[in-house]
């Protein structure tokens, strides 16, 4: 009952999380409502992987599959298996990126030169800012999971299994 999730430990700041609202939707949706969804919901599974965030994962899964990401990317990303192992339907240049802008900036201490460059050149310099924002603000919700311990409403399934 309630407010769960996230946003219900963020009632504990209202004020932070009347600053984290309008974020969280131009991230996730655009400043028009326009972003593409397939996109957005691969980085925020990439994202939720690599920080091990169950909570995070099981909540996206069904809405990347209602974005229309295909299963085998969901099944690549949450078995964090290597991207060119073998080509998958709609795994292409940005779908790759994606995935590999996510794993470099949760677990490694900068983004690569090339992970940079092809990002840059496939989504320019906003759009790198704006993976990077979703990126970071998933971390921030994962954060504020551990911090409150957090967890899917009892009787949900959780679909990641931690690695």
């Known amino acids: 009952?309630?407010?769960r999730g996230p946003v219900g430990m963020w009632m504990?700041?209202?004020?932070?999380?009347e600053h984290i609202f309008p974020a969280s939707t131009y991230l996730r949706y655009g400043a028009d409502g326009?972003?593409?969804q397939r996109l957005t919901e691969l980085a925020i599974l990439a994202t939720a992987r690599e920080l091990n965030s169950q909570y995070e994962w099981s909540a996206h899964e069904n809405l990347a599959r209602t974005a229309?990401?295909?299963?085998e990317i969901i099944d690549l990303v949450r078995s964090g298996g290597p991207l060119t192992a073998a080509p998958l339907p709609g795994l292409d240049e940005r779908e790759q990126t994606i995935v590999r802008v996510a794993r470099e900036l949760v677990n490694e201490p900068k983004l690569s030169r090339e992970a940079f460059e092809t990002a840059q050149r496939l989504f320019g310099n906003e759009g790198l800012v704006d993976l990077a924002g979703l990126v970071g603000y998933y971390t921030f919700v994962n954060y504020t999971l551990k911090t409150?311990?957090?967890q899917r409403a009892p009787g949900t399934q959780l679909l990641l299994?931690?690695?």
Not at 12 to 17: D, H, K, L, V
């Open 34 to 36: 326009q972003r593409d």
């Open 12 to 17: 504990y700041s209202p004020r932070m999380a």
């Open 148 to 150: 409150f311990d957090v």
């Open 68 to 71: 229309v990401l295909q299963d």
């Open 1 to 3: 009952t309630g407010l």
């Open 161 to 163: 299994p931690l690695h």
